[in-house]
T-cell receptor
């Protein structure tokens, strides 16, 4: 059973629409991350949060924004979607486990037409 | 800056061993990971190794770390068709820091 959930799994939307990708976790982890994965497979960190009311931009500049009002939720919003935003978006969390690894959600595959 | 590199593609016959290689540039890397991504799915943590270790074995998986050459490898013994996926190596300087991922290696297992 997944401990981190992303919705929707797939989304096709028209240019100019506002969208919010949801990410929720039940593990109580403080650290959460959003990655954008392009068709060439590379993962690019676009946002991260180290706890409630903490959000930071990642290594890749993104027109999206995030919020962290509650520990469990880390939604990502695009105010005006464009075809260049077509990608897979992966949410991850990181807890206190010794391995220090991430737990990833299943991803949202976004297509902007 | 930090950089993690992997070869793009590996083809292997079912039953053979697979070896996926990764190089990194940050000598202060502390934790190194291997993730597996199946089609349409998120990333699954396969295994990890601390920088003070040379080798770690977990069932069919063997991780080798050459810290001097900054080289990490993942060996999959008796490769199965279900092992076909994209494999990412990743590194971080300390638990709690963000991970830096390689570009991924697509492994295709042929019957």
């Amino acid at each position: 059973e997944a401990d981190i959930y992303q919705t929707p799994r797939y989304l096709v939307i028209g240019t100019g629409k506002k969208i919010t990708l949801e990410c929720s976790q039940t593990m109580g982890h403080d650290k959460m991350y959003w990655y954008q994965q392009d068709p060439g497979m590379e993962l690019h960190l676009i946002h991260y949060s180290y706890g409630v009311n903490s959000t930071e931009k990642g290594d890749l500049s993104s027109e999206s924004t995030v919020s962290r009002i509650r520990t469990e939720h880390f939604p990502l919003t695009l105010e005006s979607a464009r075809p260049s935003h077509t990608s897979q978006y992966l949410c991850a969390t990181r807890g206190g486990e010794r391995s220090g690894g991430y737990t990833f959600g299943s991803g949202t595959r976004l297509t902007v037409v | 800056g930090e950089d993690v590199e992997q070869s793009l593609f590996l083809s292997v016959r079912e039953g053979d061993s697979s070896v996926i290689n990764c190089t990194y540039t940050d000598s202060s890397s502390t934790y190194l990971y291997w993730y597996k991504q199946e089609p349409g799915a998120g990333l699954q943590l396969l295994t990890y190794i601390f920088s003070n270790m040379d080798m770690k074995q977990d069932q069919r998986l063997t991780v080798l770390l050459n810290k001097k050459d900054k080289h990490l490898s993942l060996r999959i013994a008796d490769t199965q068709t279900g092992d076909s996926a994209i494999y990412f190596c990743a590194e971080t300087k300390a638990a709690g820091n963000k991970l830096t991922f390689g570009g991924g290696t697509r492994v295709l297992v042929k019957p």
